[in-house]
């Protein structure tokens, strides 16, 4: 088939593409805009589109500046951490070969030059460590070895700067303190050696079954640390340094010039110096190497071109809307008065001088809820009377037309359109044309149902509160304190004082002092305020017990300054009387007493057996020895000589008997309780002297540690023996009790120093065994009276005993002592605060020490 030629399709005309949604609506919105808004329109436009294109040129510089500030902190912050890994590993390292020589110089007996022999294959290893030392528990070095300039190699040289001195403040001394208290390796703060250079030192304790016998003193270079252990491409990169906590700098890869002030770097990274976390940081420093913002010369084309664009349009801007300010003050000055009357919420309606209704405002629609059409032109009655008041109303406005109306106001009824009644209040006034003659009156409406039902509420309240006042027992008075007149006295007040101001005098001279001010002083009162001058006492509510003489009553008395109805100043109290419950604590008070007096001679009854054993001792030596002496002069074979000491060795053993009856004498004297500056020393002391002779009958040792320069205690001394002799005979009888072993036949008595949040600078007693413990269920009913564990038990040691420190503003516990799960022992603690008025002579202070009692 011969080939044709498809036919060309008909050529289509070209459709217009569709008007976009989006102009469509912009021109809409932009056609209903008036001529003055598509002007300012017109302006902002282009100003807009400036200062957005300003924008995105200072955000395109400052987002690049940022990347950079970013990479390079990241960078720094990298590599500061590399170093503190480095650096951290090796002190752990060291640390742990220091650990493994301590516990050889503990298991192992190794002499100086031993020692000496392997710090120096320690430090050969190790560049950084410029000084090891070997100090006994007293800081007396046994042997050092100095990588630079230390070489101590016997016992008893001369201490250098870098070591511990006994009473000297230096950073070894608190090293060695922290290390002694742990018992665990112990970092010091970075400090300056004898040549200048910054040094640490590492201080590891000698523990020989639990005892400290001394410590390991390993010196630090920091400089040393720097060099050897930054590595080289971090320190090419950064300069990194080491600063103490006052940021100032000890060591660093770049030393500066002499005499030159670094240049402050732009981006540091800080990390702490571990493990040893001594207050010394690593401290990466990086700059930055692009210019800034501010020196871009194309930054500052644009800005300039910027501005003088935008201060263009605000020229245009300003002039148009100079011209929008003219237009807007003709509408709104036609607007003004229109805005007034539909604003104001106080209806004004104006009517002639014949009664006709010749104006109202919108508000007085509202109130009424009639329209302006239906009261303009109406003559009385108005459809806002109430019907049942329309007589009332017509004589109202007769005497408001006469001009007889008061000028306080007419307290009328009006009713709404819908039938509601409202209170509301009248003001009216004559209306006067520019002539001066009178028109007509015109007339404010105020709806005043709200107000007057808050009036009704307030007076009910008032009469209420009054009623209550009334009613209550205690007595409540308010006095003028510039005048000093009574304002107001409830039922209670009359009954005891009468309408007299004396007693409300009385009551608050006895809580603080009487404050009216009153006479002719020119000074009294200030003449502006109206105020006293003198100064008030403390304006609370603290409470004070006050006696009143004349009624023979004592009342709690609050007390309180207000400001009274008048404005006066005014002082009010509220007493109420206590008298029975002062009987009560008076009571109270006094059977405490006796059962102080009642648990000691129980006390000493538990120790009979006891005491009459000790004393059996003496007595029987005398026997003894006046037996033999007896038989020795009948035989006529003694010497003067032997008798004079025979007769000595009897008067010593009368002595002793006389000092143990006298130290029970003195326990169980009844006497009153005596708050008195006290010694802790001397009350544990007399308490162990006479619990020793029940600790002895029962085969148990007591160890006693008083801390040395203890301040002085305000305490009755017989009072807190009684405390700690019962703690320490019911520990006797618990380890009796349990037949425990003689290892784990002892008690422990410690008193030292505290200080809590809570309780602030106290002295603490505890006494602690190694009994069995005390139940879970016991320990929260240890303090209940007439409680016991023991068959024999009254139940009134403990629970007194807690009374006793609690009336000394103390605190006892008590607490199992646990290995894993098991109990093996318990502690009883309680807490005394010292008297800081009176402390003890530190140079007459006995030394610290601790003293062991055996059966």
């Not at 100086?112 to 950084?128: D, G, L, M, Y």
Request: some cysteine.
């Amino acid at each position: 088939m011969p080939f044709r030629p498809a036919s060309p399709t008909p050529a289509t005309a070209p459709v217009a593409p569709p008007l976009p949604a989006v102009q469509r609506l912009f021109g809409r919105w932009w056609r209903r805009q008036s001529p003055a808004r598509q002007d300012r329109f017109a302006t902002l436009g282009p100003l807009l589109s400036v200062l957005l294109f300003l924008a995105a040129i200072i955000s395109a510089f400052w987002y690049l500046r940022n990347e950079e500030i970013e990479r390079e902190t990241a960078s720094v912050k990298r590599d500061t951490e590399l170093t503190q890994q480095q650096i951290g590993l090796r002190l752990i390292q060291n640390q742990e070969t220091l650990i493994r020589m301590a516990r050889d110089l503990v298991v192992r007996e190794i002499s100086p030059a031993e020692f000496i022999e392997q710090a120096a294959a320690f430090a050969r290893e190790r560049p950084e460590v410029t000084h090891l030392s070997w100090l006994d528990a007293r800081r007396k070095p046994i042997a050092s070895y100095g990588a630079l300039h230390y070489n101590f190699n016997a016992a008893g040289a001369t201490p250098e700067p870098s070591l511990p001195v006994e009473g000297q403040q230096t950073e070894p001394e608190a090293t060695f303190r922290a290390a002694r208290g742990t018992r665990s390796p112990a970092y010091s703060r970075g400090f300056a050696e004898n040549t200048g250079a910054a040094t640490f030192q590492l201080h590891l304790p000698l523990t020989d079954r639990n005892a400290f016998s001394g410590v390991i003193v390993v010196e630090y270079s920091v400089e040393s640390l720097v060099r050897h252990f930054v590595p080289a491409d971090v320190a090419q990169r950064h300069m990194i340094s080491v600063i103490n906590e006052n940021q100032q700098q000890l060591a660093a890869t770049v030393t500066p010039m002499p005499g030159e002030a670094s240049r402050r770097a732009a981006i540091v990274s800080v990390a702490p110096l571990t493990p040893a976390l001594n207050g010394l940081l690593l401290r990466g420093q990086g700059w930055r190497t692009s210019i800034g913002l501010v020196n871009n010369t194309l930054f500052w084309m644009v800005v300039a071109l910027s501005v003088l664009t935008v201060w263009m349009l605000l020229g245009t801007w300003r002039h148009m809307r100079r011209r929008s300010q003219i237009q807007g003050a003709l509408v709104q000055e036609t607007n003004f008065r229109r805005a007034m009357e539909n604003s104001m919420p106080t209806g004004m309606r104006a009517m002639d001088l014949e009664g006709r209704v010749t104006y109202v405002n919108a508000a007085f629609c509202q109130m009424t809820g009639f329209g302006q059409a239906e009261l303009v032109g109406r003559l009385p009655p108005y459809p806002y009377w109430p019907p049942d008041r329309l007589e009332e109303n017509a004589r109202l406005l007769t005497q408001e037309l006469q001009g007889r109306s008061p000028s306080g106001g007419i307290e009328v009824k009006v009713m709404r359109k819908d039938g509601v009644v409202f209170d509301a209040r009248m003001y009216i006034s004559p209306l006067i044309d520019p002539k001066g003659q009178q028109t007509g009156w015109m007339t404010s409406i105020t709806n005043i149902t709200e107000a007057k039902r808050i009036r009704d509420q307030l007076s009910a309240s008032h009469e209420r509160f009054t009623t209550v006042l009334e009613a209550l027992d205690a007595s409540v008075s308010v006095l003028s304190v510039q005048q000093g007149e009574l304002l107001f006295a409830n039922r209670s007040y009359r009954l005891w004082f009468g309408n007299e101001p004396t007693g409300h005098q009385q009551m608050a001279g006895g809580a603080g002092g009487v404050q009216v001010f009153g006479g002719d002083g020119h000074d009294a009162v200030d003449g502006l305020s109206g105020l006293p001058t003198e100064e008030l006492t403390e304006s609370g509510v603290n409470p004070s017990e006050v006696f009143i003489d004349s009624l023979q009553k004592w009342f709690d008395v609050r007390a309180r300054y207000l400001q009274w109805t008048d404005g006066r100043l005014a002082q009010m109290l509220i007493a109420t009387d206590i008298t029975a419950r002062r009987r009560a604590e008076e009571q109270s008070a006094a059977q405490a007493d006796k059962a102080q007096v009642t648990s000691r001679l129980v006390t000493m009854g538990e120790m009979a057996s006891s005491v009459a054993h000790e004393l059996n001792q003496p007595l029987t030596a005398i026997t003894n020895y006046c037996n033999g002496m007896v038989s020795r002069v009948k035989a006529a074979s003694i010497k003067q000589d032997d008798l004079i000491a025979a007769l000595q060795k009897t008067a010593r053993q009368a002595e002793r008997a006389g000092q143990i009856i006298h130290r029970i004498r003195a326990f169980v004297k009844r006497s009153e309780p005596q708050r008195q500056p006290s010694d802790a020393r001397e009350i544990v002391e007399d308490a162990v002297e006479l619990a020793g002779i029940e600790l002895r009958r029962r085969s148990v040792t007591i160890h006693t540690y008083v801390a040395q320069r203890l301040p002085t205690i305000m305490a009755d001394p017989i009072l807190i023996e009684q405390v700690l002799l019962n703690l320490l005979k019911n520990a006797a009888e618990a380890i009796d009790g349990a037949r425990l072993p003689t290892q784990r036949r002892h008690i422990e008595l410690r008193v030292v120093p505290r200080h809590t949040p809570e309780e602030g600078g106290v002295i603490e007693f505890s006494v602690t065994d190694m009994g069995p413990g005390i139940k879970d269920e016991v320990i929260g009913r240890l303090y209940e009276a007439f409680f016991s564990t023991k068959a024999e038990g009254l139940g009134i040691g403990l629970s007194l005993c807690r009374s006793i420190i609690e009336s000394h503003r103390g605190r006892m516990r008590a607490q199992n002592l646990y290995n894993g799960t098991h109990a093996v022992g318990c502690r009883f603690a309680f807490t005394l605060p010292v008297d800081i008025t009176a402390r003890q002579d530190a140079a007459a202070a006995p030394a610290e020490g601790e003293t062991s009692t055996n059966p």
